[in-house]
């Protein structure tokens, strides 16, 4: 009896530690849920009015495992169709060890995003746009300035350099 529960032990640790830094990865990613205001500039400078703002409605998609999904409606700007702008999944991809982001547009665009997931208060996104106009390459880094407050920064890459291409303001109703 010996023999076969030190083994099995051993197993529950290991399974443990396997766990437990992807769980507390996946809660940590939660901070998202709920309902936010946000405001978007095309500039660095955030003192004048913004381009356009929005709602972002995130929730939990899975009770085990992390999948959020979430929706972005426009109440002005560009792009204003009422009703629902974008459709997004966030999630965990367990065999690359780093979360996923997918977005589609009503405008015909996607978007596709990879992370390693939080660093201290700092998240960074890379990936890229499709659209009619071609394949456009993406960073987003977003910091979190509050329990419920962030800001994302996107840039796309013009040759070898990162020019800004919005600067958003989120704030948890």
């Known amino acids: 009896m010996i023999r076969t529960a030190l083994p099995f032990r051993t197993f529950l640790i290991c399974l443990t530690l396997s766990v437990t830094p992807r769980a507390i990865a996946q809660h940590d990613m939660r901070f998202f849920v709920g309902h936010w205001d946000f405001s978007i500039w095309s500039t660095e400078d955030v003192s004048g ?14 009770d085990s495992a992390l999948a959020l999904v979430d929706r972005v409606q426009l109440n ?36 596709s995003f990879t992370s390693s997931g939080w660093n201290g208060d700092e998240l960074t996104w890379i990936g890229e746009q499709r ?3 071609g394949i456009v390459k993406l960073r987003e880094v977003i910091v979190r300035t509050g329990p419920g407050s962030f800001t994302a920064v996107f840039h796309r890459k013009e040759g070898d350099v990162w020019v800004l291409q919005s600067n958003e303001r989120l704030t948890r109703r």
Do not use: K, M
């Open 49 to 62: 009015a913004p381009a356009f703002t929005g709602e972002w409605f995130v929730e939990d998609g899975l």
């Open 76 to 111: 002005d700007g560009p792009g204003v169709q009422g009703g629902t702008f974008t459709r997004e999944l966030i999630a965990f991809d367990s065999h690359a060890g780093r979360y996923t982001r997918t977005i589609i547009t009503n405008t015909g665009a996607s978007y």
């Open 131 to 133: 659209s009619a106009a």
